[in-house]
Every structure is written in structure tokens, then in C-alpha cells.
T-cell receptor, first 110, second 118 residues
């Protein structure tokens, strides 16, 4: 089975940095994804990690440590539009199915 | 980029009726699509894997006779909620693989369908 944990809510100020942690315990691992989801909309792909280390993509970076079952998503230079839910998802071995964490709601304040 | 279209975006129905939700891959072919369900402020829960030309694979605890899935072509999967009840009210989202990024097949999601059963 899959067990994926991430904080429920986080609040930060515009222009600041926020780090969203995700820990996972899975029966198989073939990559970790981060998605952004605005209320009532579809999740949109942000990043993917399958090897240990940091992946940087503009203002967003994602880190993975497979031995620790740990990942984080780093959002820099926060903007109001970054207020959304951020979903951590793990892919199992042998298929494309994703198991999602409950999501972290980030609120950016002026 | 890959686009997945889902229709309808919102539907309200009476208890006991059936509702069909369509999921289409617009610019790519998808032999496999996934159907998720999401409750307010909760995670996406995988319901089933839709396989083109064969039966869907349901996750444990999901009633296959309740949630009928048909994947008749490489670009269309449908989810039919049969004899809907108020507890079936939820946000249903489909997804399909269509983009390769960072060496991974990235799932693209439809915009979701909000079902309200009265």
C-alpha cells in the first residue's frame, strides 16, 4: 500500500519562500510528482523526481531522498497566484498509477 | 502540450438516476486513462484504471457495477454513475498520460466534473 503524508496548511507572505514537505512509505517507487491544484480545477504538473537530489524549474524546486522516503517542494518569490493546494504523488512500479497525498493548502498573503 | 477534456463540468441529478461523464484526450492517444474521485479538502482517490478495448481495473472498495467505465476508443473513456445517491456527490477527475517530461510519462488531468445528487 501507499502512505503519503504532507502538512494540511501553510501560510506565507508575498515574496517569501515556502517549503512543503512530503514523506512517503510505499510498496514500490517509480518517481515522485508534485502537482498544483486551484480550487475546483484540475491538478497541473509542477515537477518530477526519480533520482535523489534537487530539480529546479524557475521559482519552483523539488528535492528527493529515496532512502529517507522524503521530498519537498520549494516555492520562491511567492506570488498571490501561488495560493493553491499542492499535491505530492508517488508512482508505483509497473504502471502509471499515481497515489496522492491529501494536499497542502498554501495561502499567500500580501 | 497534452490536453484532456472532461464533460460535463457540473451536473446535478436526482437520486436514482444515472449520470455519464466523458473524458477525451484531444491531441494524443491514450490506451490507459485513470478515474479519480476527490472529496472537499481531501486527496485524489484512484477509483479505476480504464483500458482501451478491455475491462477496467477497479481499486479495492470501488463498486464496478456502480461506476461503469467504458473505454471504446483511444481518445475517449466514460464513467457512468448508476443509480446515483447523495453520497455519490463528489468531484470526479480523469487523467491520461500524454507528456514526457524529465523522462517520465506525466499524467494530464481533465478539469473535473462536480456531481451533485439531490
Amino acid at each position: 500500500g501507499q502512505n503519503i503524508d504532507q502538512p494540511t496548511e501553510m501560510t506565507a507572505t508575498e515574496g517569501a519562500i515556502v517549503q512543503i514537505n512530503c514523506t512517503y512509505q510505499t510498496s514500490g517507487f517509480n518517481g515522485l510528482f508534485w502537482y498544483q491544484q486551484h480550487a475546483g480545477e484540475a491538478p497541473t504538473f509542477l515537477s518530477y523526481n526519480v533520482l535523489d537530489g534537487l530539480e529546479e524549474k524557475g521559482r519552483f524546486s523539488s528535492f528527493l531522498s529515496r532512502s529517507k522516503g522524503y521530498s519537498y517542494l520549494l516555492l520562491k518569490e511567492l506570488q498571490m497566484k501561488d495560493s493553491a493546494s499542492y499535491l505530492c504523488a508517488v508512482r508505483g512500479v509497473g504502471d502509471y498509477k499515481l497515489s496522492f497525498g491529501a494536499g497542502t493548502t498554501v495561502t499567500v498573503r500580501a | 502540450g497534452a490536453v484532456v477534456s472532461q464533460h460535463p463540468s457540473r451536473v446535478i441529478c436526482k437520486s436514482g438516476t444515472s449520470v455519464k461523464i466523458e473524458c477525451r484526450s484531444l491531441d494524443f492517444q491514450a490506451t490507459t486513462m485513470f478515474w479519480y474521485r476527490q472529496f472537499p479538502k481531501k486527496s485524489l482517490m484512484l477509483m479505476a484504471t480504464s483500458n482501451e478495448g478491455s475491462k477496467a481495473t477497479y481499486e479495492q472498495g470501488v463498486e464496478k457495477d456502480k461506476f461503469l467505465i467504458n473505454h471504446a476508443s483511444l481518445t475517449l473513456s466514460t464513467l457512468t454513475v448508476t443509480s446515483a445517491h447523495p453520497e455519490d456527490s463528489s468531484f470526479y477527475i480523469c487523467s491520461a498520460g500524454g507528456t514526457v517530461a524529465f523522462g517520465a510519462n506525466v499524467l494530464t488531468f481533465g478539469a473535473g466534473s462536480r456531481l451533485t445528487v439531490l
